[in-house]
């Protein structure tokens, strides 16, 4: 009896880790695998209405190979969108992430006191939910109840309408950044700490200033924290809905289409035609799929080089 527990043991071990597992891919499936499956299936089907589309059997799902597909290719309002999307992230991607290296170098420094106190006012946008944001932004752009007009009029200084035409890119960059910049300070801010601090005695050593050590040894070193951020920020931007659902209410220039996930929120919920906005969904998740896999594939690629040379 002993010879044979001990010949089972091995084997119960070796399956433990993949208990532990089943609870993580049992959600994995049923929330994230389940749905997006699902969608994919809605994709191809679509409702066709027989007569007047009343009564039993006058409304039936049937097969529609690609016709969603192509249906959403050819959408004007969802490439419109798409367009507004670039524009609002060629603001939103450099700016953040180019504040939030700022800052973890600042950071970094051994000149900078109040180190925590820093870092925590930095992050502490982040913590605040999104549409909260949104809704604290709105309101300060809105000329009849912002501090900032308030004293721009009493300046007697011009007063820009920040939620129309051009301007309005701008605003809502402004709160992206506003709450994104924190978290990629800390994520490059965690990479600095784990530099050795003997790079920077040999750098000084050499005679290197400050300036020289961030360009030449902590930027480079921070390359890979610069990557992750910035997969994380296309993504982020791919997927804006948060900002300008909330600041519709607020203006006319933002419609309910601006955005392609509120292009496909509109046909689902707002037209009913859960069928076609499953289509776009499943473009944005491919577009965004296929943009991240390049831009991870094209960094690998040259981190390969650098690291052969």
């Given at each position: 009896?002993?010879s ?31 749905p ?119 300046l ?38 784990a ?53 519709k ?52 690629r ?8």
């Amino acid at each position: 009896m002993t010879s044979t527990t001990a010949r089972r043991r091995p084997y119960g071990v070796k399956g433990a880790p993949y208990a532990f597992l089943i609870p993580a891919i049992a959600l994995f499936l049923l929330f994230f695998a389940l749905p997006i499956g699902y969608a994919v299936y809605l994709s191809f089907r679509k409702v066709e209405v027989s007569g007047l589309g009343l009564g039993a059997g006058a409304r039936e799902e049937v097969w529609a190979g690609l016709q969603n597909y192509t249906d959403a290719l050819t959408d004007s309002e969802l490439l419109d969108g798409a367009l507004r999307v670039l524009g609002y992230g060629c603001v939103v991607v450099p700016v953040m992430l180019g504040l939030a290296l700022l800052f973890a170098l600042m950071l970094d420094s051994e000149k900078v006191r109040f180190t925590p106190v820093t870092r925590l006012a930095i992050f502490l946008p982040y913590a605040i939910p999104g549409v909260v944001a949104a809704l604290l932004w709105g309101f300060l752009y809105l000329p009849d109840v912002s501090p900032f007009y308030f004293v721009l009029d009493r300046l007697g200084l011009p007063q820009p309408d920040l939620l129309d035409g051009g301007p309005l890119y701008l605003a809502l960059a402004n709160i992206a950044v506003w709450g994104g910049t924190g978290f990629n300070m800390i994520v490059i801010y965690t990479s600095l700490r784990a530099i050795p601090a003997e790079v920077y005695e040999a750098a000084k050593l050499d005679g290197a200033s400050p300036l020289q050590i961030a360009l030449r040894i902590k930027i480079p070193m921070v390359a890979p924290s610069l990557v992750l951020t910035f997969f994380f920020s296309i993504i982020a931007t791919l997927q804006v809905f948060n900002e300008p659902t909330t600041l519709k209410p607020l203006t006319n220039s933002v419609s309910t289409t601006w955005s392609p996930l509120m292009k496909v929120y509109q046909d689902a919920f707002g037209k009913g035609d859960i069928h076609a906005a499953a289509a776009q969904a499943a473009i944005i998740a491919l577009v965004t799929l296929v943009l991240s896999f390049g831009f991870l594939r094209a960094a690998n690629r040259r981190n390969k080089q650098e690291a052969a040379r």
